[in-house]
């Protein structure tokens, strides 16, 4: 894999807390392998803003292929028998939104393997995939096109260990950060 990058930003606001950046930055890679190579090209674009938290400076929002990122808190549960969904929080940027959500059982642990995902906002339905953690508390990730607008429900269908599915229709209060 070959990766490049130019970049040209330099401050425009700074404060104390926080600093704003205006340019652009162009990452691009290229992977070979035994079935051909590809290379892509991503750009950040200003405003690209970093601010001071309690464990540093985090980069807070930028543009990234000339779409803002998005972040929701959502902190929305859903419990089916003895097994919780907890959706803690999505972020879009580029094409992509991600939904962050934890497992947990009451009772012991759970058996259970994602079935489907889908995201629904004003604009429409997003069907997606994840991946999981281990252990007794897994997170999940989970990957859908970009969504329009602010989410409003998530849907999940998990089949578990004996084979019965179990579904979570999760309403999304979509507070934006």
Request: aromatic share 6%; proline share 5%; hydrophobic share 35%.
């Amino acid at each position: 894999m070959t990766t490049t990058a130019t970049s040209s930003f330099t401050p425009s606001t700074t404060g104390p807390s926080s600093v704003t950046f205006n340019g652009s930055a162009t990452v691009s890679g290229t992977v070979s392998g035994p079935q051909g190579s590809g290379t892509s090209s991503d750009t950040l674009t200003s405003p690209l803003v970093v601010v001071h938290g309690p464990s540093g400076w985090l980069v807070s929002s930028f543009v990234l292929d000339g779409r803002p990122m998005a972040e929701w808190v959502e902190n929305a549960t859903q419990t089916e028998g003895d097994v919780t969904v907890e959706v803690g929080a999505l972020v879009s940027y580029g094409d992509i939104t991600m939904v962050l959500i934890g497992i947990g059982a009451s009772a012991g642990t759970a058996s259970m393997t994602l079935h489907s995902a889908q995201l629904a906002s004003a604009s429409g339905t997003e069907t997606g995939t994840g991946d999981f953690t281990g252990g007794s508390t897994p997170i999940g990730v989970l990957r859908f096109s970009r969504i329009s607008g602010d989410p409003s429900t998530l849907d999940l269908t998990f089949v578990t260990g004996s084979g019965s599915t179990s579904t979570y229709h999760i309403t999304l209060p979509a507070r934006q950060w």
